[in-house]
Every structure is written in C-alpha cells, then in structure tokens.
C-alpha cells in the first residue's frame, strides 16, 4: 500500500513524506480532492522535516486512482511505523511532479544518491536551497510550459540548472510536444586562498558554469549558448560535445551560420563519436538525426564509408539503410556528372 503524509495550510495541501513507492515516484497530484501545491522541506531527505509537527499531519492511501484520508486507527498506522517505508536514498531514480504542484521546499530530494531525471511541470514558480543536494548522477531534467505562455524558457529552468552541476540534459516541452533539448556539461568548484590577503577565490573547472549563466532575465538565450562553444571544444569531452550539438542541431531556434559551421567542422572531426553515440541510444531512431545532419551538408563520401562500417559494426540496421542510400545517391551522382561531360 502506498501513503502520503501531508498537512493543510492557508487552504492549501502540503506533502510532507511519501510511503511504499518504487524506483519511480510520482507525486500525488490530489488528495481528498484538493490540489497539491506545496512540496514539503525534506520530502524525499533521509529524514522528516521538522518544521510540520507529526501531530499535526494527516495520512492518505491510494485506492484505486485517487488518494484518499486513511483511517489511521482502524488499521493501526503511525508515522513512526511507516518511517521505514519512507521514499528515500538511493531507492528512487526518477521523480514526476505533476501539474499544480507551485512550490518546492528546502532540500526536498537530499540525498537521493541514485536519482536520474525529474519531471516539473508549468505551474513551479518557487524551488528551496539544496534541491539536489547529494544527488550526483542527476542528468535528465524535464520542463513544460503550458500553451498559453508566450515565454520559450520555464521561469525556474536557471534555478534548477544552478544546482544540479552534473551533466544534465535539458528537454523543454510546450503542451504536448518538445520544444527543444539542450546539453548542460558538468563543472566543479574550487575554493583557492589568497593566504596574504586572507581572500578566498572561487575558480570554476569545466565549462558547465559559463554555459548556465546563458540567461537574460530568466529568458535562455540560444546566441550566448552557441558562442560558448569554442570553450567546450578545448575543454569537455568528444561525447559530450558530439550529444551538445546534436541536441542543438535537432531542436530550437536554428544557429546562426558562424555557429552552425562551428558545429558542422566538429562533427566532422569527431566523425567516429558522432555515428557511435547516435546508434547507442538504441530507444532512439538515428535516422531523424542522420537527415539532419545530411540537410546540413555534413557528410562526406569518407564519412559516408567510416559510419558505414561503424554502424554495421554496432548492428543498426536503420543507420546502415540510410547511409548506404545515401552513398548510392552520391555515386549515382558523380556517374551522372561523368556521363554528361
């Protein structure tokens, strides 16, 4: 069985503990059929908040589709009972917030050691200090932005990426459908003392903290993320660059044509990373992505060859398909401009 631990504020439905849940979390949605608006400090820490006192809380089950008030006495239900079911550490790796939900509380998935990807919805508009505190392999962060807003980046989406310095995929979506995906590398850190002056520099490793300051007024601004790119190229790893670009090249707003040519020139350089990320996402058709690319001029008849084999390789039957029609089309080409001479 599956519980919720919550209290009532100004009206207002707020999660204090979750119980009984898998890997994969979804925050209730309702409870007694009022909205969830406020997810508690420490929701998801090792250990309650203090702030909401326990005589205070109320506990829901989930009957069916719907969270109902449970009856506590007849079953015998405490919280200090149910604190060892409690959704916590390493026993979650994903979390979906749903619509509703506004407000996130301090440190509410601390020490979530195993957690990957959370899904917002549009409605968050406040998130607490520490979020993801102790989460150190968050890489997937998902956004939406309901129908009506006229603004292409969500209001929280630099907060969040300020916090999370892990390489984190970005996928923003507007209504149902994706309206673009960016990669955000990694960084760390580093605290040097100025012993003399008694004054502590903060240094900044990998170009993950400059790529999270491309923010206006909240607003993302795709130029600023594109003229960054040089910096990733000396510093982040091919794979990382190679799944940058190809979120860029795939999504949003088109580059403009100094960028694009940057990008263009570093794939064809990392020819061999580029095929063999591309087939390893095997939920992923690489065709979409390889007609991209090929609308883009990218290819050339040695590319064409190399993905040949590194795609056969790997066994991707779509890949080779694609690619060895489209040598076909290029050497029908060359016959073709040799016959007419």
Known sequence: MQYAAYTIQNNRIVL??????????FIPGMIEGRPVEVLADHLLASEMTAMYPSGGMRLACLEGDDWNLADTGEQGLSLNELEKDAVKGSAVRSVRIPEGVRQIGNYAFYGLYELREVSFPSTIRQIGWGMFNGCRKVGRLEFHIGDECTATTPPILQEVLDSVPNETEVIVNRGNAQAYRLRFPQYYEEGKENTPARIIEIIYHGTGRQYRNCFLHRELQFDMYDELFPLAAAQEDP??????????????????????ARYIDYLRLEY????????????CDPVPVLTVLNNLDYFTSMIVDSSIQIASGAGCPQAVSFLMELRGRS???IRKSRYEL
Request: glycine share 6%; net charge negative.
């Open 16 to 25: 204090c503990r979750l119980y009984g849940m898998g890997e994969a979390v």
């Open 239 to 260: 794979v990382t660059n190679v799944h940058l670009i190809i979120d860029r090249l795939t999504s949003g707003p088109a580059p403009k044509e100094d960028a694009l």
């Open 272 to 283: 061999a990373v580029m095929i063999d990320e591309i087939i390893k996402d095997r939920e």
């Open 331 to 333: 050497m029908s080409h």
